[in-house]
């Protein structure tokens, strides 16, 4: 057993990474940070699995960097990527995801052509 004062490393895999975790909202039962494998806290994971409906109510994502010691609220980075994909292949953002969608990105936008 380790002494007083040990922490236990977040990141096993080396020491420069950004982890993204997902803050859901349970309606009642409250808002937690949700649990994830460690190798499933990257920036593609989290984008695809927050497409795929892999999350309750996602209200805000966090990241964190191991090695620059800072850590941000990306939500809207997140959320203008998750409408851009969907832009570009023209589908509708999906209905479990639209609200945080349009909280931090905005609702979705018209595309419009300048004719000359």
Do not use: K
Not at 6 to 15: D, N, S
Not at 18 to 32: E, S
Not at 58 to 67: D, E, G, K, Q, S
Not at 83 to 111: K, M, N, S, W, Y
Request: charged share 25%; with cysteine.
């Amino acid at each position: 057993m380790r002494g007083t004062g040990w922490t236990p490393r977040v990141v096993p895999y080396g020491a420069d990474q950004t982890v993204y975790l997902i803050i859901d909202r349970f309606g009642g039962l409250g808002t937690v940070y949700r649990e994830t494998e460690v190798e499933r806290t990257d920036l593609e994971t989290i984008v695809s699995d927050l497409i795929s409906g892999q999350f309750n109510d996602p209200i805000r994502v966090v990241a964190f960097n191991t090695l620059e010691h800072w850590s941000d609220d990306v939500s809207a980075d997140i959320a203008t990527e998750i409408q851009t994909r969907c832009d570009i292949e023209g589908v509708a953002v999906p209905e479990h995801i639209r609200d945080f969608v349009d909280t931090h990105a905005g609702p979705a936008r018209q595309l419009t052509l300048r004719l000359v």
